[in-house]
Nanobody
C-alpha cells in the first residue's frame, strides 16, 4: 500500500533551520505532484509548498517564500522541505502529501490523495 513516512521536526529557536524529509513507497512517485501542508492547533490545514511531478516547478505560500525550499528526488522517492529563518508563527504539525493529478499544483488539501503521518515543528521566540 502507499506509505508516506515523515521524519525530522522538533523544537528550535527563532532563526534556526530544519529539514523535513518524506519517504514515499507503494506508488509511482514520479507521477505524483507532492505538497507540504501545516496545521496549527485549532486551525485548518493550509498549503505551504508544492512541487510538480518532474520537480521542475515549485510554488509556495507567500509567508514562506524566500525561507522554505521544497525539493524531490524521484530516484530515491523522497520529497523534502528545507525551512530556514524559522519564526514562531511557523509552529505547526507539518504533513507531506501526494496528488495523482499533475496538471496543476493544488493548494487545497482536500485534493491530495495520500498523506504522511505528520511531524511537529515548534519554534520558540
Amino acid at each position: 500500500q502507499v506509505q508516506l513516512v515523515q521524519s525530522g521536526g522538533g523544537l528550535v529557536q527563532a532563526g534556526d533551520s530544519l529539514r523535513l524529509p518524506c519517504a514515499a513507497s507503494g506508488l509511482t512517485f514520479s507521477a505524483f505532484t507532492m505538497g507540504w501542508f501545516r496545521q496549527a492547533p485549532g486551525k485548518e490545514r493550509t498549503f505551504v509548498a508544492g512541487i510538480s511531478a518532474s520537480g521542475g516547478i515549485a510554488v509556495y505560500t507567500d509567508s514562506v517564500k524566500g525561507r522554505f525550499t521544497i525539493s524531490r528526488d524521484n530516484a530515491k522517492t523522497t520529497v523534502s522541505l528545507q525551512m530556514n529563518s524559522l519564526k514562531p508563527e511557523d509552529t505547526a504539525v507539518y504533513y507531506c502529501a501526494a496528488d495523482k493529478l499533475t496538471f496543476a499544483i493544488e493548494r487545497n488539501y482536500r485534493n491530495y490523495d495520500y498523506w504522511g503521518q505528520g511531524t511537529q515543528v515548534t519554534v520558540s521566540s
